[in-house]
Structure formats: structure tokens, C-alpha cells
């Protein structure tokens, strides 16, 4: 991948707190790939002993998330990865994949997600969703609190009009809407 054409997939956080240096982000999909919270957060929204629940990927054939891509510029973009690298360091690592941009004529380009997979420590997996959503509402770390992390991603997601249900349905559980 040249670093040209370097483009970071956000799909959690990044695509409402984007703290890194770049020079473009489009509204981008990533195929294949279907969100879910099934990461532990012990450094972010939640601490140890006392774990929040982010998202990660998950591959699921015919699934497309949407998210927000960032371009980096070439100059600054070992300095910029250092640094994300920091932020998603407990349990993320890095993975190629194809980001496509609806907005520009479905155009695709070699982009990287951040994945946390069963291998890390700070995986939790699935569950029920009424099991994760009391644990997101009782959840806080150094970011803040493990619902606001929900209650901005549903934002983000509705603005685009895109559509989350593993999200929304987190969503209402935490909100206690029926």
C-alpha cells in the first residue's frame, strides 16, 4: 500500500473523535464486515477489573459497515499510525482491507481497520445484547462513559443514515425505549 493512498477505516470512535492528524475523510463501507460490541475496553471506557464493551469487526459474508475513512498525508503518516497504535492498543491490530466511498462513484482503495479478535486478552465475544447493554450503562474509563461510546456511534450512524442494528438495538436497550 503507498502510503498516497493510505486511508484509516473508522468504524467505533474514530468516526466522531478522529484526535490524529489527516488530510481527507469521506463516508466509506467496508464489505463483509459487521460491527459488534465484543471488545473489552480496560484503558478507554472502562477499567480494569471493570471492562466497557466496544466495537469491533467481525467477518460476516453479505454484512457492510459503514464508517468514516481518513486520508493520510505521506509525510506524516508513520507518525500518525505510531499514534493510533497507542490509542488501540488494548487488543487491536492492524489489517489490510478494501474501503469503498458510496459517495464518490462507489470508488474503492486499499484502506487498514484496527481488529480485535478472540486472540487478545480484553475480547469478551458475544453475548446477549440486554447483557452487554447493563454492562455499556455501568461502564466509564479515561474516555468517558462506556453509553455516551453507543449513544455518539447511533448518532453518527443516523446523521449518515446508515443502518446498525446490533447499534440501534443497543441503543434503545440503554435509552430504555421499547
Same mark, same amino acid.
Given at each position: 500500500m503507498s502510503p498516497?493512498?493510505? &486511508?484509516?477505516?473508522g468504524y467505533g470512535s474514530?468516526? &466522531? $473523535?478522529? !484526535?490524529? !492528524?489527516?488530510?481527507?475523510?469521506?463516508?466509506?463501507?467496508?464489505?463483509? &464486515? /459487521?460491527?459488534?460490541?465484543w471488545q473489552g475496553s480496560t484503558d478507554h471506557r472502562g477499567v480494569p477489573g471493570a471492562p466497557g $464493551?466496544?466495537?469491533?469487526l467481525v467477518p460476516e459474508r453479505g454484512a457492510r459497515c459503514f464508517g468514516r475513512a481518513y486520508r493520510l498525508a505521506p509525510e506524516r503518516a508513520s507518525a500518525v499510525m505510531a499514534q493510533l497504535d497507542h490509542r488501540e492498543r488494548g487488543g487491536y491490530q492492524r489489517l489490510a482491507v478494501e474501503v469503498q466511498f458510496p459517495d464518490h462513484g462507489d470508488v474503492r482503495a486499499a484502506g487498514l481497520i484496527y481488529l480485535a479478535t478472540e486472540? +487478545? %486478552? +480484553?475480547y469478551l465475544g458475544p453475548a446477549p445484547l440486554a447483557e452487554i447493554a447493563l454492562q455499556v450503562g @455501568? /461502564?466509564? @474509563? %479515561?474516555? @468517558?462513559? +462506556? $453509553?455516551d461510546y453507543v449513544l455518539e456511534l447511533a448518532r453518527f450512524l443516523r446523521e449518515q443514515g446508515a443502518e446498525d442494528p446490533h447499534v440501534f438495538e443497543l441503543e434503545r436497550l440503554l435509552l430504555g425505549v421499547s
Open positions: 498516497e493512498s493510505l &486511508w484509516v477505516f474514530l468516526v &466522531w $473523535r478522529a !484526535d490524529f !492528524d489527516f488530510v481527507e475523510a469521506r463516508a466509506c463501507v467496508v464489505d463483509h &464486515w /459487521a460491527r459488534r460490541f $464493551r466496544v466495537v469491533t486472540a +487478545n %486478552p +480484553n @455501568g /461502564a466509564a @474509563g %479515561p474516555s @468517558g462513559s +462506556n $453509553r
